[in-house]
């Protein structure tokens, strides 16, 4: 009943103010919590700005680097390289086509790198044959585009130079002669053979096609067995 001890209805606290708020909160935390919250906050802002700003890592020392020094001119428009300079060599990437021929296992056109030597070539056409005279020729020589490598057997007599050249100064022949790919100024170098013996046989080669063997030459006119028997161990077909 109303008026009666003990039956009071309880009123609610009143509301703290903002401020009152933040004082009593500020006194839970503590002087402690709040300084070291402060000390967390700038190391973060510092750590992720020096994050986004970091420096690049610095260029490895051992990198190649260009030289500010001059070169020295060389005659024909040239430069050596600046004392002190790196030089870097590049192999010869180019190609050069070679005949190889007699004692091996694939005689024929070969393809090889400009650098390589004779013994490359001889290993390009299947290598040497078992009655090769490897020590007839001079395996370390180097090639030049559109020579030929002649194989000799071994007792097979041969012309002295076997060098891989087109041909040596003054028109002769390095090595036995290919019937087939002689030009006639190469014929013409053969003891026998004239400028109009050698012309006919190109003429006829060009008509019938590649000769098969040496003794087709008898075939041209102008050689018979006394004028082939001359050149026959000059000659290869």
Do not use: C
């Not at 030289?67 to 004392?83: I, K, R």
């Not at 024929?108 to 004779?118: D, F, Q």
């Amino acid at each position: 009943m109303d008026g009666q001890d003990g039956d009071e209805i309880p009123r609610p606290l009143p509301r703290p103010s903002v401020g009152e708020w933040v004082r009593r909160t500020l006194v839970w935390i503590g002087p402690r919590r709040i300084a070291t919250s402060g000390v967390l906050a700038v190391a973060t802002g510092v750590g992720g700005w020096w994050l986004l700003h970091a420096p690049p890592p610095p260029v490895e020392r051992g990198l190649p680097s260009a030289s500010t020094t001059a070169a020295t001119a060389l005659p024909g428009g040239t430069q050596a390289p600046a004392p002190g300079a790196s030089v870097v060599t590049v192999a010869d990437t180019s190609i050069v086509v070679i005949h190889v021929a007699g004692a091996v296992r694939q005689p024929g056109l070969v393809r090889l790198l400009a650098i390589e030597r004779v013994a490359d070539a001889i290993t390009a056409a299947g290598g040497p044959t078992a009655d090769a005279d490897l020590d007839a020729l001079n395996l370390a020589a180097p090639l030049t585009d559109g020579s030929r490598v002649y194989v000799p057997r071994v007792g097979e007599v041969v012309p002295p130079l076997t060098d891989p050249m087109p041909s040596s100064p003054g028109g002769a022949t390095a090595g036995p002669l290919n019937i087939n790919t002689a030009t006639a100024e190469q014929f013409d170098t053969l003891p026998g053979v004239g400028p109009s013996t050698a012309a006919a046989i190109v003429a006829h080669r060009e008509a019938n096609g590649p000769f098969r063997t040496v003794e087709d030459l008898l075939d041209v006119r102008g050689i018979g067995p006394a004028k082939l028997e001359q050149f026959r161990a000059l000659v290869v077909a």
